[in-house]
């Protein structure tokens, strides 16, 4: 039988999702996928340096287990003051002990802020009655100490160490990529000074210029890409000692670590839309007056990309940076968006 394009199918979840009850909302998720966890990659992620400021970030990994790090001893370490090392060694010894619950499978949400998470409303209610579907992690900076009220999705999810938004409701967003057969994960070659021009050749013969990669730092991945990134040791190691200023690891470890060891597990695409399109270091934020629903489908329905080998016009699941004043006209706009 012919797959349905994902086009048809994302309008059709939205259409459906105002009309059912909860309980009937998952008869339409595929659950015949590879089984993937989280927790092989969200510590790893911890542990690179990255270098934004005062914004938040979102990683996707598909998650199918607890949380097993919980109950892993530390070998040294204590508190939140947790070496690279030890980050590492943890997510090596929880990525091979997971059990996997396969009847049950997540979409696990990490959040990279330096504070709090000035659009967290807008996220409530994008997570609100899908208990037991996703896990989420905060990676917030070290000084904030913080707790959201404890009726919050957010409430103790910090994890040792300018908003995004989702474009879709929750089904939608889980549907998508449970589906997928690859990650998601911008990774391509920037022949210009702030991408090919950031290689060092001290880093050949490991990696060379044709090996280079870059990328944006929010990403979906799989268990099995994350797998293979936290046993790395070999491309780490390089980064770690050649990758200074104006090198950036966030920008292009992950990138040419995934296009070196397992290409054909990825996409090379993102799922969080962006608008370089003004120029500069960094994408354009978007304030109160840019929201409106036509700036928002156009987001959503206003590009063609591949999605496992179809062509659909339902290439981006979040979108950034946007500002915490475009919070109330967001908030007004999310029936529409997640079919509330």
């Known amino acids: 039988m012919k797959k349905k394009n994902i086009t048809a199918i994302v309008k059709e ?37 990255f270098n934004q400021q005062f914004q938040t970030s979102l990683f996707l990994v598909k998650d199918f287990s607890s949380n097993p790090l919980t109950s892993l001893p530390p070998p040294h370490s204590s508190g939140n003051d947790v070496a690279d090392e030890e980050l590492m060694w943890r997510v090596a010894m929880a990525s091979g002990g997971v059990v996997m619950n396969k009847t049950n499978p997540k979409v696990a949400f990490m959040f990279l802020t330096r504070w709090n998470l000035p659009l967290s409303p807008l996220w409530e209610m994008f997570f609100k009655g899908n208990e037991g579907f996703y896990s989420i992690y905060v990676h917030s900076s070290p000084e904030f100490t913080e707790e959201p009220l404890e009726s919050s999705v957010f409430y103790k999810k910090r994890i040792p160490s300018k908003t995004c938004i989702p474009l879709f409701n929750f089904t939608t967003v889980y549907t998508y990529l449970m589906r997928a057969t690859s990650s998601f994960l911008g990774s391509f070659d920037d022949p210009r000074p702030i991408g090919r021009g950031r290689y060092n050749p001290r880093m050949f013969p490991h990696l060379s210029l044709s090996d280079w990669r870059k990328g944006n730092q929010w990403f979906e991945i799989s268990r099995k890409v994350a797998a293979e990134i936290v046993s790395d040791h070999r491309y780490y190691a390089v980064f770690k000692e050649h990758c200074r200023p104006p090198c950036y690891m966030d920008e292009h470890y992950l990138p040419t670590l995934v296009n070196k060891i397992c290409p054909e597990m990825n996409s090379n695409r993102t799922v969080t839309w ?27 329905f206003g590009s063609n990309c591949s999605y496992d080998g179809e062509v659909t016009n339902v290439c981006f699941l979040f979108a950034r940076k946007f500002h915490v004043s475009t919070l109330e006209p967001l908030m007004q706009i999310a029936p529409y968006l997640y079919g509330i």
């Open 13 to 49: 979840l939205n259409v459906r999702m105002k009309k059912e009850p909860i309980t009937l909302r998952y008869i339409h998720i595929l659950v015949s996928v590879v089984f993937f966890s989280s927790t092989a990659s969200l510590l790893f992620l911890v542990s690179l340096n």
């Open 274 to 300: 962006v608008d370089w399109s003004r120029g500069g270091s960094h994408p354009a934020r978007f304030m109160k007056e840019d929201i409106r629903v036509g700036f928002l489908d156009w987001i959503r």
